[in-house]
């Protein structure tokens, strides 16, 4: 960005109308250049094939086409809006490397980055060092308070919090926690426990599954053998979605809950049913 930077607060208080204002005033370049420029520059670093590719590739095409709807209708004050928008390939050391390379060679105003929050957590110190603007979009856990960062997503609780106390309400306490084994999948189990407390019920088993992971069978089998009253799926990734198929065919039949399943990945279209057969889900969603 240029000299002419935009605090956190500042856009906060202008509103959405703001970011527009804001990003025309600051275009120019990233890393401290302090050209104008005719046009915007936007990096969008969104997951086009590897892992994360099944919800990283749905947020890419999204945010060109707005891109390309802002064009249409002129711009931002005036401005046309240049994407930069290479494939981070689900790698997160090729996250930080492009991160810098939006910045510091291609000067973007306004970087768009990541479905993970381990990838946020790669770049931020990244973000903070060069003053940059950046916008992650994807849910998440919670609890990132900086000037440079704006989370666009619902967090944990808001979501949990729908979905748990209906699951407790209507088949029971004992809960069966499985979750993607990092910082998101970790505190969202956290979140769990929390409202389970809140509800008069309990976690009395929980797994954190590696993001490599496809083959779920020692996990149905866990679960078979501890016979909750249901089960809080937070699982993420192409690798996870192969449980949904594999729970049917081992016959688990237990009610689950999730905030991540159908919501990102579309699973209730892909799948074919049973799959999804009694799960419940608590999502955002647009009116």
């Not at 060109?64 to 709807?69: G, P, Q």
């Not at 009395?204 to 149905?220: C, D, K, R, Y």
């Not at 198929?245 to 689950?256: F, K």
Request: with cysteine; aromatic share 10%; proline share 3%.
């Amino acid at each position: 960005m240029s000299d002419n930077r935009v605090s956190r607060r500042a856009v906060v208080a202008t509103g959405a109308a703001g970011i527009g204002a804001s990003l025309a005033g600051c275009s120019g370049g990233g890393g401290g250049g302090g050209s104008e420029s005719d046009t915007i520059k936007i990096g969008v670093l969104e997951d086009q094939s590897g892992n994360f590719s099944l919800v990283g590739t749905p947020k890419w095409r999204a945010s060109k086409l707005a891109i390309e709807e802002i064009n249409e209708n002129g711009g931002i004050m005036g401005k046309q809006i240049e994407l930069f928008d290479p494939d981070p390939q689900s790698d997160n050391q090729r996250y930080q490397q492009l991160t810098e390379r939006l910045i510091q060679q291609e000067n973007v105003d306004a970087l768009w980055a990541g479905y993970s929050s381990a990838t946020r957590e790669a770049i931020r110190p990244i973000i903070d060092r060069e003053d940059q603007l950046y916008f992650y979009t994807t849910q998440y856990e919670g609890g990132v308070a900086d000037k440079n960062v704006y989370c666009m997503g619902p967090t944990a609780r808001q979501q949990l919090g729908s979905v748990v106390p209906y699951m407790i309400e209507n088949f029971g306490t004992d809960i069966y926690t499985i979750a993607a084994d990092y910082n998101f999948g970790q505190l969202s189990a956290d979140w769990v426990k929390v409202i389970a407390q809140e509800n008069g019920a309990s976690v009395n088993n929980e797994e954190f599954i590696p993001l490599s992971v496809q083959n779920f069978g020692s996990t149905i089998s866990n679960i078979k053998e501890a016979d909750p009253d249901f089960v809080m799926a937070i699982l993420v990734g192409n690798n996870h979605s192969s449980f949904w198929n594999q729970r049917t065919s081992a016959g688990l039949d237990i009610p689950m809950g999730t905030s991540t399943v159908m919501a990102q990945g579309y699973q209730h279209k892909r799948l074919e049913a049973p799959a999804l057969e009694e799960v419940y889900g608590g999502f955002n969603y647009m009116e």
